[in-house]
């Protein structure tokens, strides 16, 4: 039986809790939660009743949740399997773009094609639709709203990136998020202290866009951050279709975090060069697996 929206939230709750150590008592903020995972805050809250059924978190007198010592006993491995739900999600993805789906479809062809039942695809429906590849239309019917498709344009992508985001981190108006660059490297330790290993490819892709996302809104310009996220949004399902590298990918990671110190201690012209040196490399690598 697939696992429900609610119980993958569940396992990445747990996951966060492991790999940044929170300690017993630390207070689970719904909105932050929410935020990191990108869901709203409503199955944010049944994932952690559901925690808190099992023993793992406890209520905290004043309302919410706090971690408990089940939490911290509990294998990190188990939080990260992938859900069975992450399979479909991964299909409909590479069949999207390999033309086998048309711009529009229903919710019961859907259901037809991929043997689900309602409450899974809707699960499933809500994530995409969250993600900015599908919208709703009007009735019961989903559009696949604009992807990238081909690799001269995942080149061009980059090359754009190139451009922007190392001059990003030199806009006049620079303001360094702490709390977010620190959020993000909390991510990039789990990545790297072994989560690689065991995380689906939209976990490492979330992960990674997240951090680039803050550097830009760091930069106080709109326009960049606005870019960027059109970018990441339609090149989602192009970074599905290559094989996960995880030793390219650990490595990418290893020089986020490298990437996060320099602005954190402020050396911003440092950061820009390293920003550069860091999608050189990458561009070269996923280009080379697009063609293989």
């Excluded at 978190?57 to 294998?75: C, N, S, T, Y």
């Excluded at 969250?130 to 992807?147: C, I, K, N, S």
């Excluded at 550097?215 to 990441?232: E, H, K, P, V, Y």
Aim: glycine residues 6%; hydrophobic residues 40%.
């Amino acid at each position: 039986m697939a696992q429900t929206l609610q119980s993958q939230l569940a396992a990445d709750i747990l996951q966060r809790i492991n790999h940044q150590a929170l300690p017993v008592g630390t207070r689970l903020s719904e909105r932050s939660l929410a935020e990191a995972l990108r869901v709203s805050r409503s199955p944010v809250r049944t994932a952690l009743r559901q925690l808190a059924g099992q023993a793992l978190i406890d209520p905290h007198p004043e309302g919410g949740f706090v971690v408990g010592k089940g939490a911290l006993q509990a294998r990190p491995e188990q939080a990260a399997a992938p859900s069975p739900d992450e399979a479909i999600y991964l299909r409909i993805a590479q069949e999207r773009l390999d033309g086998e789906l048309p711009n529009r479809v229903s919710e019961n062809e859907l259901m037809r094609r991929y043997a689900v039942t309602r409450s899974q695809l809707a699960d499933i429906l809500r994530r995409i639709s969250h993600e900015g590849w599908m919208a709703r239309l009007p009735g019961h019917g989903w559009e696949f709203t604009e992807v990238m498709t081909s690799s001269v344009a995942y080149a061009q992508s980059y090359r754009y990136r190139l451009m922007v985001e190392p001059a990003a981190i030199l806009e006049p108006d620079f303001q360094v998020d702490v709390a977010g660059l620190t959020q993000c490297r909390h991510e990039q330790e789990a990545l790297v202290n072994g989560g690689i290993d065991t995380v689906s490819p939209a976990q490492i892709f979330d992960a990674n866009t997240r951090l680039h996302e803050i550097i830009a809104a760091c930069s106080g310009n709109t326009f960049i951050l606005d870019s960027l996220r059109r970018i990441n949004r339609v090149r989602r399902l192009m970074e599905y279709r290559k094989a996960v590298d995880r030793q390219q990918s650990l490595r990418r990671c290893q020089e986020h975090l490298a990437l996060i110190d320099l602005l954190l201690a402020g050396k911003r012209e440092a950061a820009s060069k390293m920003m550069g040196s860091h999608l050189r490399t990458a561009v070269k690598e996923k280009h080379a697996q697009l063609s293989e």
